[in-house]
């Protein structure tokens, strides 16, 4: 459910809900509200809290099971590095 991922993006980032929210600009009782599936965010909101966590709007929904991280403004030389380490964790499991 949509609250249950917040929370989970929420806290694998350390953050409290206030801190959410004041990233946000919106209450901690929004945050509470969402992570409680009490209501759904806006569309805009949407689309806010999918650019703070770098993920896309249909993982939000559960659409698709895809994360991202934000890279722009890297250098290739740093994209390289970050796709290595990518690999090596991927070899791992």
């Not at 929004?30 to 249909?58: C, G, H, K, R």
Request: hydrophobic share 40%; net charge negative; aromatic share 6%.
């Amino acid at each position: 459910m949509f609250g249950d991922i917040i929370k989970k993006l929420r806290t694998l980032r350390n953050l409290s809900q206030v801190q959410l929210a004041s990233a946000l600009n919106i209450s901690k009782q929004t945050v509470s509200n969402w992570e409680n599936n009490n209501i759904m965010p806006s569309v805009e909101m949407l689309t806010a809290i999918a650019q703070y966590f770098s993920v896309s709007t249909d993982y939000l929904l559960e659409l698709d099971d895809k994360t991202y991280i934000e890279v722009s403004g890297l250098s290739l030389e740093e994209l390289t590095h970050i796709q290595q380490i990518i690999d090596d964790i991927r070899k791992i499991k």
